[in-house]
């Protein structure tokens, strides 16, 4: 059990530095999928953000309050529709798509609810993937996806090229998009999508609703 | 050899004569408030004089900003921290309100009242009615949570607090803490209502009515004017407070104490004597109950728990009840709780997430049911020690 208000000490994940990045100082921040809080709390510590989160379970969910932070129970594909539009400056969903039943309706809420959407997701369009299928004919193993498909919670992968044409489906322009290594070194990558498609291991995308 | 549910407890009149006294002039502080000052009750009637017993424990600070009113459930008192002068047994919460403890004194100034309609002290049917000169009995109107809170309110009008710091309570509590933060919002700062529900459901209102039913079968109940006779529905009252009390616990939980267990013999005596250990428990819980508590305060108090509905004030839309609230809530239930399931609170935090309001919601991992609330739970006590001390940040108290 953690101790109440411990801040979390780094080393921080890399797409959560990054995201914190994208987050303008004092933005109110909706956290889908917040694990132990880490993001909110590096939220609050380095841009003074009012920070709420939605987690599955149970556990980190207690922890989470235990430590001062403003968070509950809930599911990305269940409760999002409960949040009135606009109602956060950022709707923040960190590594948590691919796992979600519908992608693309947990997207347009994320969308709805934020003024702004920032979305990190593992790419499956990496060279190393690509190659693996490629020679090995089985789903890839990588140390970013170490399950074997019938283990793996991530039932909805996609490239950075999917993600990239959902997000014009949905009518959402990418303010930003970051492409960054397992060892969270953004890549120097920025105009061409294909480049970032094949040497990103992760992506962070910055969305807005086009309006 | 008697069927009757009851066991010999305080002897009825010192029983009944402590009551009336407790009742009356409590061993607590207490508020008077006079003629001049009625409470518009929901029912439209005006009530004076006010009595409202409470106690505080702890300090409160300089610019008034560090006060906890913790809201009690229903046979509970405001003896939360502090000695029952009835029973002599500790507070019903002082495991989670002293120095050090989740509820802090040391850093906060906390205020528990007795409930107007309680039997404790605060203006309630066992109270002498000015008028007459004995007890209000079912001459006390019917009272609601929203008159409750009210009544609350003026104790802190009359403490000089503008803003209380939180609002916390379970059960009965918790639907006051609802009420505060609906109808006082900017009275609340924080609001941790648990194990409580925004409306009573249809089976809380049918258990209610079975303990009423039990009280007013009693021939010693005198159609409410026990007082005046001299008597005391003492078997109604117990078996209204043994049908509750299984509400209160879970099947686990009963399972795991008692069993089949037998109670001092090694066999069933073929009769009705108490030859479980379960029967032996619910008759003493329903004993001790009656020399604690009025019956009439009971069927008041349930009556009140039965009309409260948030949502129903508020055009059927609970999240109405919460546009525009600042307050930080957080809203706790626990897994084996089958009289407010986490349902209902699960309720209450869509209708906060419906207008973007503050709200953390924990679910509680315990078999022990309802009473969860008031046993210590090391995930609970840590959650509003966190939640509180956060808070508490916010609202720039001193570490």
């Not at chain 2, 009963?254 to 619910?282: C, I, M, P, W």
């Amino acid at each position: 059990m953690l101790k109440p208000n411990t801040p979390v000490s780094g080393p921080h994940r890399a797409d959560h530095l990054l995201i914190a990045e994208m987050v303008e100082p004092g933005s109110r921040v909706l956290d889908v999928g917040c694990g132990d809080g880490a993001l909110l709390q590096l939220l609050a510590d380095t841009k003074n953000a009012d920070g709420r989160g939605v987690e599955l379970s149970r556990e980190r969910v207690n922890a989470c309050v235990m430590r001062g932070l403003s968070v509950i129970q809930g599911d990305a594909d269940r409760d999002l529709a409960d949040y009135p539009d606009r109602a956060f400056d950022y709707a923040i969903l960190s590594l948590t798509i691919q796992a979600t039943r519908h992608p693309k309706t947990v997207l347009e809420n994320l969308l709805r609810i934020g003024r702004r959407a920032i979305v990190s997701f593992p790419n499956f369009g990496h060279w190393r993937i690509r190659a693996d299928l490629l020679f090995t004919g089985r789903m890839p193993q990588t140390a970013n996806l170490p399950d074997t498909w019938y283990a793996s919670p991530n039932g909805h992968l996609c490239t950075i090229k999917d993600f990239d044409d959902l997000a014009a489906l949905l009518n959402a322009d990418v303010e930003e998009a970051v492409a960054f290594n397992s060892s969270g070194k953004r890549l120097p990558i920025r105009h061409s999508l294909s480049l970032q498609n094949l040497l990103g291991e992760k992506a962070v995308f910055l969305l807005r609703q086009r309006t | 050899m008697s069927t009757h549910p009851t066991v010999t407890g305080i002897d009825t009149d010192t029983g009944r004569n402590l009551r009336l006294a407790e009742a009356n002039s409590p061993s607590s502080k207490v508020l008077r408030l006079p003629e001049s000052e009625p409470l518009r009750l929901a029912c439209d009637q005006l009530l004076a004089p006010i009595s409202i017993a409470y106690e505080t424990y702890g300090e409160l600070n300089a610019d008034k900003s560090n006060a906890i009113l913790v809201c009690h459930a229903l046979t509970a008192d405001q003896y939360a921290a502090s000695q029952h002068p009835v029973t002599k047994k500790p507070g019903w919460w002082s495991t989670i309100i002293g120095p050090g403890k989740p509820v802090d004194t040391n850093r906060y100034f906390v205020i528990c009242s007795n409930i107007l309609g309680g039997c404790m002290g605060s203006t309630g049917p066992a109270s002498i009615d000015p008028k007459t000169g004995s007890p209000y009995a079912l001459n006390f109107p019917v009272i609601t949570i929203g008159d409750m809170v009210n009544a609350q309110a003026r104790l802190i009008d009359h403490l000089g607090i503008d803003q209380l710091f939180c609002v916390i309570g379970g059960s009965m509590g918790g639907m006051q803490v609802l009420e505060w933060a609906a109808s006082h919002p900017e009275r609340v700062f924080s609001a941790v209502p648990i194990a409580t529900a925004a409306g009573h459901s249809s089976q809380n209102i049918a258990f209610h009515e079975v303990g009423r039913q039990a009280v007013m079968a009693d021939p010693d109940w005198c159609g409410g004017d026990y007082h005046s006779h001299g008597k005391v529905p003492r078997n109604g009252l117990s078996v209204a407070r043994m049908a509750a009390h299984i509400t209160y616990l879970s099947e686990d939980a009963l399972h795991r104490k008692f069993g089949r267990n037998l109670q001092e013999r090694s066999k069933v005596t073929f009769s009705f004597n108490a030859d479980f250990q379960v029967e032996s428990y619910l008759r003493h819980q329903g004993s001790t109950f009656v020399d604690r508590f009025d019956a009439n305060s009971y069927l008041y108090i349930t009556r009140a728990m039965d009309y409260f509905d948030l949502a129903n004030e508020r055009g059927d839309i609970l999240a109405n009840a919460f546009r525009g609230t600042k307050t930080r809530f957080c809203v706790v239930s626990f897994t084996s709780d089958w009289l407010y399931p986490t349902r209902e609170s699960r309720e209450i935090v869509h209708a906060l997430n419906a207008v973007a309001a503050n709200v953390s919601f924990v679910e509680i991992d315990s078999d022990k049911g309802h009473d969860a609330f008031l046993l210590e739970e090391p995930e609970f006590f840590a959650t509003v020690r966190g939640f509180l001390s956060a808070a508490g940040v916010k609202r720039g108290l001193k570490v």
